[in-house]
């Protein structure tokens, strides 16, 4: 039995197999943050093509967490009819739908925006000098993802993550190369969770206990004053308390460092979350062999597997892949006749 098409349960939410798709910009919204109709093709088809959890793109709670101009939002009522033509559509065709609740911080480039951070630096030359968030801004932002939170909650989302990664706001806060506060938002790593902890308790006052919550966290800032696996796992635990249920383990974004990739490149940062957490983990990283991915999770390293960049290239990579793993997975009646039959 391949364990990458076995069923797997965490709260309410069962899924019919390991296989989630990562959240990927697709930059397609207008200024409003509405979703339009190739966000509902797009997503629809990686359902119809064999996807167990889709989880749909970094979603700005404000306009001004933004990463582009042209991203989704879910700042605002009139944003929840797209949303939820998204979420039934995959739905219907097989897939649970989860969302990414984020905020670009200081790596907002949409137009117009003030940009802030926990501390005023800014990512690269390119980019402009955030201005330092006041305690007010702090207590809005918080409630902006209670608000969409609350949204989510009516669009009918199975799952929530909360992106705590790539060097975007929270990530900003958790990073000791990106808070330089002194108040106690700052400084510790009781304090540098702080902002996280505040944000999970808002979403979880309106997210009900029987749905999970995700967190995205950057295991690793490739530099040696920054976060290694081993202080996320701190970090992580001095928030878990409050409703986490499951992990996202990526790594980088933080400073613009390219690390060296090759497939699994990140997998071993799971392993240690996992091991020092004892929460489940989604583990990823140019994983594109369903072979790699099974090996995985037979040997206990992660809970479920991300792909990215392999399902922009082939929204029926999950039904090749049960071709060659187990045969054993419900296709589509439409495409029943391209299954390959094992004798």
């Known amino acids: 039995m391949s364990k990458l098409f076995s069923n797997y349960r965490i709260k309410d939410l069962e899924l019919k197999n390991r ?15 509405k979703a339009k109709e190739w966000h509902e093709l797009h997503y629809a088809s990686r359902a119809v093509g064999g996807v167990g959890l889709i989880i749909q793109e970094a979603t700005a709670v404000e306009s001004r967490g933004r990463i582009s101009s042209n991203d989704l939002g879910i700042w605002d009522d009139s944003q929840i009819e797209g949303l939820k033509k998204i979420a039934y559509t995959c739905r219907k065709y097989g897939a649970k739908m989860g969302i990414q ?24 030359d390119e980019y402009r000098v955030p201005n ?18 609350e949204r ?9 993550e909360i992106h705590g990664a790539h060097g975007y ?17 700052g400084g510790s790593k009781e304090n540098r969770a702080r902002f996280l902890k505040e944000v999970v308790q808002a979403v979880r006052n309106v997210w009900p206990a029987e749905k999970p919550l995700l967190l995205r966290v950057s295991a690793e800032d490739y530099t040696e004053e920054g976060n290694h696996p081993e202080d996320l796992a701190d970090l992580i635990n001095l928030v878990k308390g409050e409703g986490v249920d499951l992990i996202n383990v990526s790594s980088g974004g933080v400073v613009s460092i390219v690390p060296k990739t090759f497939q699994g490149y990140q997998v071993k940062f799971a392993e240690i979350i996992k091991e020092k957490t004892n929460l489940p983990v989604v583990a990823g990283g140019l994983i594109i062999e369903p072979h790699m991915a099974e090996e995985i999770l037979q040997n206990e390293r992660a809970d479920l597997i ?27 009646k439409q495409y029943e006749r391209a299954k390959l039959r094992r004798r």
């Open 169 to 185: 706001l929270i990530n900003e806060f958790l990073s000791p190369l990106t808070n330089n506060r002194t108040d106690e938002y």
């Open 306 to 332: 991300y792909f990215g960049r392999v399902l922009l290239r082939n929204p029926y990579w999950s039904l090749h892949a049960d071709n060659e793993l187990s045969n054993i997975a419900i296709w589509p």
């Open 152 to 160: 989510c909650v009516e669009i009918g989302y199975d799952i929530i």
């Open 19 to 33: 296989i989630v798709m990562a959240p990927m910009c697709m930059y397609s919204a207008d200024d409003d943050g």
């Open 132 to 149: 330092e968030m006041t305690k007010s801004e702090i207590n809005e932002v918080i409630k902006a993802f209670q608000n969409a939170a």
């Open 101 to 124: 609740l984020g905020h670009a911080g200081r790596k907002c480039e949409a137009e117009n925006e003030r940009i802030i951070a926990p501390s005023p630096v800014a990512f690269s």
